[in-house]
T-cell receptor
Framework: GAVVSQHPSWVICKSGTSVKIECRSL??????MFWYRQFPKQSLMLMAT?????????EQGVEKDKFLINHASLTLSTLTVTSAHPEDSSFYIC?????????????FGPGTRLTVT | AQSVTQLDSQVPVFEEAPVELRCNYS??????LFWYVQYPNQGLQLLLK??????LVKGINGFEAEFNKSQTSFHLRKPSVHISDTAEYFC????????????FGKGTHLIIQP
């Protein structure tokens, strides 16, 4: 149980275009989802916290107008990278926290590798 | 705010030897602690977690970790490693309650030598 999927697993886009990444909890409901970013050979950095039905909370330094997050249902959150540039190339990983779970365990998706050319 | 320090960016170990991956954290509030493993081009897999209770925590694949509050450490250990343990290991913390995201260390690359 507790499976999180991401789609696509990898994407290449041209500079200036937008890309949408989906994060789904397949067998549980997630009131909270998190988006992380990982540069090559580096750690994961929290970008934003997404709560179902409300606006996402962004970490300091993350541009909310560039990284649009929508959490419209208890099983789906999306991250849209708008007007992508080469410096946005990274590995984007989401995680989901099950509803009503007090123990704070997050289940991670497999990640989406974005390359902007 | 929290911070996590993984002192070793890379640890080479011979197969079947023991290993310890070090993790220290800093936080103004009490935290939950986690160790994750990441294989190449994959997401994260939870190895173990400390929430409360016994400070010695056992996880999957023969790993264990000990929470030391006075030293603010949560070192990961395995008595005998295998080639398949070659991966990146991340220590992470989050404030009690679990409403916040995780703060990760920079990771330790465990290299198992035959």
């Amino acid at each position: 149980g507790a499976v999180v999927s991401q789609h696509p697993s990898w994407v290449i886009c041209k500079s200036g275009t937008s890309v949408k990444i989906e994060c789904r909890s397949l067998d549980f409901q997630a009131t909270t989802m998190f988006w992380y970013r990982q540069f090559p050979k580096q750690s994961l950095m929290l970008m934003a916290t997404s709560n179902e039905g409300s606006k996402a909370t962004y970490e300091q330094g993350v541009e909310k107008d560039k990284f649009l997050i929508n959490h419209a249902s208890l099983t789906l959150s999306t991250l849209t990278v708008t007007s992508a540039h080469p410096e946005d190339s990274s590995f984007y990983i989401c995680s989901a926290k099950a509803s009503g779970q007090g123990a704070s365990e997050q289940y991670f998706g497999p990640g989406t590798r974005l390359t902007v050319t | 705010a929290q911070s996590v320090t993984q002192l070793d960016s890379q640890v080479p170990v011979f197969e079947e030897a023991p290993v310890e991956l070090r993790c220290n954290y800093s936080s103004s509030v009490s935290v939950y602690l986690f160790w994750y493993v990441q294989y190449p081009n994959q997401g994260l897999q939870l190895l173990l977690k400390y929430l409360s209770g016994s400070t010695l925590v056992k996880g999957i694949n023969g790993f264990e970790a000990e929470f030391n509050k006075s030293q603010t450490s949560f070192h990961l250990r395995k008595p005998s490693v295998h080639i398949s343990d070659t991966a990146e290991y991340f220590c992470a913390v989050t404030p009690l309650g679990g409403a916040d995201g995780l703060t990760f260390g920079k990771g330790t690359h465990l290299i198992i030598q035959p």
